[in-house]
């Protein structure tokens, strides 16, 4: 099979701003080449087997130089490889992504350019300074900071840059910051003209110094802002007071540890990402289907016989319709028995196979469907109840207590993920962990087990529980939460984790 080379812009820093191109390119690669702006989570979408290789360079520290990285795209798409190339940004602004095509091109071997979102532009978006306004900026420059303004044989022509365009946005360009401001009013560009710097652009981490064009390396150093940063210098900075929005997000910059199983955690990431923080991914658990096969299919084979049947979590479902499809089966087989989730997300997955929920607690526990279960004629009746291998009896000895018939299949289990155990152990050391959620009483026990002393790794963290039952857990633990939802839902697990914010920083 012939190779190609997919040059992908990652975009600026926030992993959502990825094009859908480009993960459908990262999902189909064999190789996965990655920079160092490049946001790691975006490997996730690469697939288990695919080789991941880190090209990235910094000043100073280059793990590959150009000319290694273009060797090893073309011997890996010479060998028949479909090789994604993830860059920081857009290929094809201050990429490098022409000098690595032609590279390709010049091998006889195919590529593809997959454009980003380039920081030239969403930087200062996320920082409220839009490049261009209407009686303001009609016209914008993208320039390299890079080079170094100060050699008689320099690229730029700053005679006519500082007078060319309404707003000019320097990439790379803190370490040259002094020269490039003094080049800049040398030529006519005024000292008073607004300016900002904004480091890590995109991403929670962003912090923005705005100055002017004669006070912004000063403001710089004194706050400390190292690489890398962009520079933009225009009357449109003056806007960023009124349409800043990044950094008045409640969570911004808060490193928030997720512990749900990989499959489950872009949910709860998406929630706090929205609210400004960064998701920390650091799995506790993993799930898998139960060995149990002949009473699952014995299960699922005499459905027509039950009058009931609860779903109590979205994974249940997603397992119990596994297997039922493979079976032959579909929604028509729970005809006739009386349907209960346990709360709007698990109603929410029975939907999207075909299935109105009969009945949903107010409160989504096991607690909250008994007070339903018990005002249903249930006495007599066959309950069938799909579950997690390991979970509560509370359920069923209720219903056993009042007279019905239960039969309880475990249709998944959830078995401890330390994969991530030595990255959370560091990012904990490092100081680099702002809270912890936990989502089962099961992620509770797990992540306490990676560490050697949790007393003294997480001493002075907030925890958060996503209701009473995992914040019992934790009590068990000798860990009083700081966040306890009101509802075991991820929404109002956020809620709450605002709210502990909003009072904290007041």
Sequence with gaps: ??????????????PGLLTLRGK????????????????????QYARPDAERIYAGKQAGNHALTQTEINAL??????????????????????????????????????FAVVPGVTSAIAAPAYAGIPVTQRGMATSFAV???????????????????????????????????PQIAERLQRYGRSGDTPAAVVRWGTKPEQETVTATLATIADAVQQAGLKPPGLLVIGEVVSLREQLRWVEDRPLFGKRIVVTRATEQAGSLGDLLREAGARPVYVP???????????????????LGEYDYILFTSA??????????????????RLAGAHIMAVGEKTAAALHTHGILADSVPATA?????????????????????????????????????YGAHIDVVPFYRTEPDTSQAEYLRQELAASRVDMLTF???????????????????????????????????????????????????????VTAIREHWRKEEA
């Excluded at 963290?461 to 000798?478: K, M, S």
């Design 1 to 14: 099979m012939a190779g190609i080379a997919y040059l992908i812009g990652a975009g600026p820093g926030d």
């Design 24 to 43: 459908e390119c990262i999902e189909r690669a064999d190789v996965v080449i990655y920079d160092y702006l490049a946001d790691e989570s975006l490997l």
């Design 73 to 110: 795209l073309v011997e890996r798409v010479g060998a028949g490889k479909c090789v994604a190339r993830l860059k920081g940004g857009d290929p094809f602004v201050f990429g490098r992504g022409g000098e690595e095509a032609l590279a390709l091109h010049q091998a006889g071997l195919a």
């Design 143 to 177: 320039i390299t900071g890079h080079e170094d303004p100060t050699k008689p044989d320099s690229g730029i022509d700053w005679e006519r840059l500082a007078r060319g365009a309404d707003t000019l946005t320097f990439v790379m360009g803190l370490g040259n910051l």
């Design 284 to 302: 506790a658990i993993r799930m898998q289907a139960t060995p149990n096969r002949e009473e699952r299919e014995h299960a699922l084979a005499a």
């Design 315 to 332: 994974n249940t479902v997603a397992y119990f319709f596994k297997d039922l499809y493979r079976s032959g089966g579909d929604a028509r």
């Design 365 to 401: 526990t096991a607690e909250g469907m008994w007070s339903v279960l018990r005002e249903l004629p249930v006495r007599g009746k066959r309950v069938l109840l799909p579950r997690a291998e390991e979970a509560r009896e509370f359920l069923p000895e209720r219903l056993r207590s």
């Design 439 to 493: 989502t089962s009483s099961s992620t509770v026990r797990n992540i306490l087990a990676m560490l050697a002393d949790p007393a003294r790794d997480l001493a002075g963290i907030p925890l958060a529980a996503i209701g009473e039952i995992t914040a019992d857990t934790l009590r068990e633990e000798g860990f009083e939460p700081a966040v306890v939802a009101p509802k075991a839902t991820l929404e109002s697990l």
